[in-house]
């Protein structure tokens, strides 16, 4: 399994190939990778719905524990399902609505990438797993889409997508090791397992706001919906995927794993319902606003996202139940209405339904599949999504906590979407014919073909629903998602009883609402001013702020002047030291002076060397002292019994000494840019620096916690390395890695030197060595 799913990567890389070779026929070719993980999977449902969950564990790091394990239970097979059936029909559909793109082959690498990542997503047994997939959808739908990139829009709503979904995955990755950390194990499989309860945990109530967060950036629930309408700038074959079967679902899918283990608290139930209830009133509110279809459709989408997370936070038997079908119900008619939404704009050359009209005489196919599949949606019998939707306000009416909220949202979210399920049926293909950019016929074969399927696929699960029931995949994935045993048993007939009632006055009104959608959407234009106060511009406000901060922060810290980045970084290093040095641990300072008047000399010669190089105006006069300061080092060497780092010192600092005279022409003249202020700044932070390290030092010497390796080194020099000069021997064998840094170090610095060197300065006159170009000096700068 890890094979065939990792296999998808291999597949994605390989289809500029693949489009090459078969041409407009590449995307059906590819759409066999789904059709064939979807045959396996069914292979494998047996299996999975008589002796529970499937566990395929491939070795990923065995030193750290750490495998590529798949879990295969009844809400992944559910999920997998989805995304491979729908990911094949999308594919297919793609063909036909790209044909000619000359970027095809590029929208087929991040949509393969993208299915295999959220594959791979619901599959994932691993904490960690889970996260690098969920991170791994969350760049390929970027540049999903970001696919017109030359469109500004889609570019900014890219972005947008990214960082909304990338902070919440920061997010969830801190819950996930909350959980691991909570729960001793990285198995999702060993956590169902577990017998000790996750809710009575000390870390429970951050663990559940990480894990919240991720999981509600990703499923667009409020305040976190705006990413979702925006990312209509993506291809509709994107969005007809992104809706149904995978991204915005991997948030819902999160919720629905951890709810055994983390569920039925009463700060799940409470976020969770209101959170939920609040999203879907206003997903349906936000969609009657809009006339493209295809906004149309994101808020509607919000709205079921948001009636999902209710659902879990509702947590009941039934809730379970009503979870997993109406999650399958969703899938399937949003992802025709999508596909539908763009054979409107790829014939007709609009995406506004106000624009259209009368197109069921040239489009008769794509008119009844846009029919079922908007029944479905509004939730009238025998569609599946009838089902689901009685099966929804029944488990509200039982809910346990925020009842009465409940009730009124579920209320008018149903009014609500009932009239944007008429709006994208009726208002393109009854009424009166309007004209239109492009004559509209009927699409071909390719782009019928997908949703054709899902309308059938929606038509006979309606007509005869217990297929799905008794012991088949939703009984399971309810199961998996409640955490215990439930038997689902599904009809289209329930009886008389408050859900059915429900129904039938909010399809009533919502009809109605829809005859009046002219005038209303008139009359809620007056909250335009309002609304654009909402999420959206505190996220601008936020991303202005960040630039606005950036620069400020740029301008102070990284402004051109090399003295102050130094002081920056040595600030923050006697800040961060010093914390340690001082306030955690007192300084042990304990030796015994025994300084001789030879060695007092030496010190002094080398104080003030360092002295006059701080205060000299002569880059000469500064080079000469820096030089008695390191041929000083070179004495006390000497005198300490270190012959060979003092001639190492003596070699390398009358090379240094040499290097800088000869680059002291190529300097400009020393410019007085600093004010006595920060003179005598810069001198208190030298002293503070240098006042630091004599204590690290001081501290150093006289803690002595371990047996010192010079030992050893005596020791072992001539018997394992074969040399009897020990400082030799350190450096070639015991730092030889260090050794060959250093000589890499010393290369590149010889090769700026010879780069130096053979510079040429031309003062004004034409130079023959470089073709007639001149070179000038700039004007001097601090550097």
Known sequence: MQLAVLMGFVLAASSPLLNRWFGHRASTVLALYPAMMAAWLISQAPSVLNDGPLLLEWQWVPSLGISLTFMLDGLSLLFGLLITVIGTCVLIYAGGYLKGHVDIARFHIALLAFMVSMLGLVLADGLLTLFVFWELTSITSYLLIGFNHTDIEARKSARQGLFVTVAGGLALMAGLVLLGVASGSWSLAEIGQMESDLREHALYTPMLICLLLG????????????????????????????????????????????????????????????????????????????????KLLAYSTIMALGTLTMLVGIGTDYAMTAFVTFLLGHSMYKGALFMVAGILDHETGTKDVTAMGGLRQQMPITAAIALIAALSLAGVPPLFGFIGKELMLEAVFGADGFRALLILFAFVSAILTIAVAAIIALRPFYGHRHETPKTPHEAPVSMLLGPGLLVVGSLSLGLFPAMLGGDALLTAAATAVSGQPLAVSLSLWHGINAALITSVVSLGLGFLLFKRWDSVRAKLSVLAPVMRHGPEAGYESLMNGVVRFSEWQTHLLQNGYMRNYILVMLLVLIALISNSILLRHSPQIAFVLDIRFHEIIVVGTMVMGALFATISRSRLGAVVSVGIMGFSIALIFILFSAPDLGITQLLVETLTVILLVLVLFRLPRFSSLSTSLERIRDGVVAAMMGVLVFLLIMTAWSIDQFETISAYMVENSAPLAHGRNIVNVILVDYRALDTLGEMFVLALAAIGVIAMLKLRHDNGGDSKANDGEKNSIKEPYDG
């Open 215 to 294: 999981a509600f950036t990703k499923s667009a629930q409020f305040p976190f919906h705006f990413w979702l309408p925006n990312a209509m700038a993506a291809p509709t074959p994107v969005s007809a995927y992104l809706h149904s079967a995978t991204m915005v679902k991997a948030g819902i899918y999160l919720l629905a794993r951890l709810q055994p283990e983390l569920g039925g608290t009463a700060l799940w139930v409470g976020i969770l319902s209101v959170v939920g209830a609040t999203t879907m009133l206003t997903g349906a509110f936000l969609a009657i606003q809009h006339t493209n279809i295809k």
